[in-house]
């Protein structure tokens, strides 16, 4: 259960910016952990991308150092207030991430950064049916999110982390099989034709609590 800090986090931009940074120093800063995910994908000026659940922006405005074509999506109009002063060269899309506005086969890539750990199990599967379905052919989903850490020592930090700033569905997500999960909706998690040079399109950092997938359609 969190505590008090959560809501002030989401309340205060400059408390949630101050976690971010701290909480990040595990993989080496929050700039480099707000583009994880897009590490070893080809993208280009002209990719269409999804940033679900942006949020105030803090990946967008990586994203839009890569593309031309950025959409942010989010539930939240203070997040997207926040978001279009913060990086106003993205579009931006109030909704929810269970039923997107958008046509079929829309994007070349949708980007999620952690933010599935908030879903609900149930919520989460609607989500990756809509992402699938808004997926071009191809397509990438790329996520980083929280994961079991596969080294002691972290589980501490994590749990801590947990109760202070998090719910229980988090907890729910570290113990499912999010890759088991993918594939159960169609995607390839092993065969993303965006990713370069990877044997695998699953990695792992911060002694195993974080984790990034590529999930192609």
């Known amino acids: 259960m969190a505590t008090i800090l959560r809501d002030w986090s989401y309340r205060y931009q400059w408390l949630y910016d101050a976690i971010a940074q701290l909480s990040s120093v595990a993989v080496g800063g929050e700039t480099r952990f707000r583009q994880l995910a897009l590490e070893g994908l080809t993208i280009d000026s002209s990719t269409k991308i999804l940033d679900l659940c942006c949020g105030s922006g803090q990946a967008t405005k990586f994203l839009v150092q890569y593309s031309d074509n950025v959409t942010g999506l989010d539930a939240s109009p203070l997040s997207l207030k926040r978001a279009q002063n913060n ?22 890539l949708v980007h999620t950064s952690v933010a599935m750990h908030e879903m609900q199990p149930e919520q989460l599967q609607q989500i990756l049916k809509e992402v699938y379905r808004v997926l071009k052919p191809g397509g990438v989903l790329a996520v980083v999110d929280f994961h079991a850490p596969t080294n002691w020592l972290f589980w501490p930090g994590l749990a801590l982390f947990f109760l202070l700033f998090e719910t229980e569905t988090a907890w729910k997500l570290i113990k499912i099989d999010f890759v088991g999960l993918l594939e159960k909706f169609g995607f390839n998690v092993n065969n993303a034709s965006l990713t370069r040079d990877k044997s695998s399109a699953v990695s792992l950092y911060a002694g195993g609590s974080i984790q990034v997938i590529h999930a192609q359609k």
Do not use: T
């Open 87 to 108: 990086v106003p060269q993205a579009k931006y899309v109030e909704a929810f991430a269970e039923e997107m506005p958008f046509p079929d086969n829309q994007f070349d």
